[in-house]
Nanobody, 126 residues
Framework: VQLQAYGGGLVQAGESLRLSCAAAGHDVSRLFMGWFRQAPGKEREFVAGISRSGSWTEYGDSVKGRFTISRNKANNAVSLLVDSLEFEDTAVYYC????????????????????WGQGTLVTVSS
């Protein structure tokens, strides 16, 4: 599964962005999807994940209440709305995916995912 993440950019603190992740040639509804990020000099961090149905979501502690993951059926993609951006949110954001049964839990670690996109850079200026 080839994942394409896009939507990153340079923004000021307090602004918002919408990141998207598409899976070329694959039905995204069959995949569990997640977002991770990695800032310079830091380990990859779980940001958000969503179940196949979209009814179950998980978020990393540092983004709870500010980020929202959702499924975009019309575009066969998964979106991550990032609100109230902070300087500390500066990172490369990666989308990830895995196949799983409908009732499987949302993965919150990198090992839970099988496929990775190339990443999109979000830079927040203070």
């Amino acid at each position: 599964v080839q994942l394409q993440a896009y939507g990153g950019g340079l923004v000021q603190a307090g602004e918002s962005l919408r990141l998207s992740c598409a899976a070329a040639g694959h039905d995204v509804s069959r995949l569990f999807m997640g977002w991770f990020r990695q800032a310079p000099g830091k380990e990859r961090e779980f940001v958000a994940g969503i179940s196949r149905s979209g009814s179950w979501t998980e978020y990393g502690d540092s983004v709870k209440g500010r980020f929202t993951i959702s499924r975009n059926k019309a575009n066969n993609a998964v979106s991550l709305l990032v609100d109230s951006l902070e300087f500390e949110d500066t990172a490369v954001y990666y989308c990830a995916a895995k196949y799983g049964i409908l009732t499987a839990p949302v993965g919150i670690t990198a090992d839970d995912y099988s496929f990775w996109g190339q990443g999109t850079l979000v830079t927040v200026s203070s």
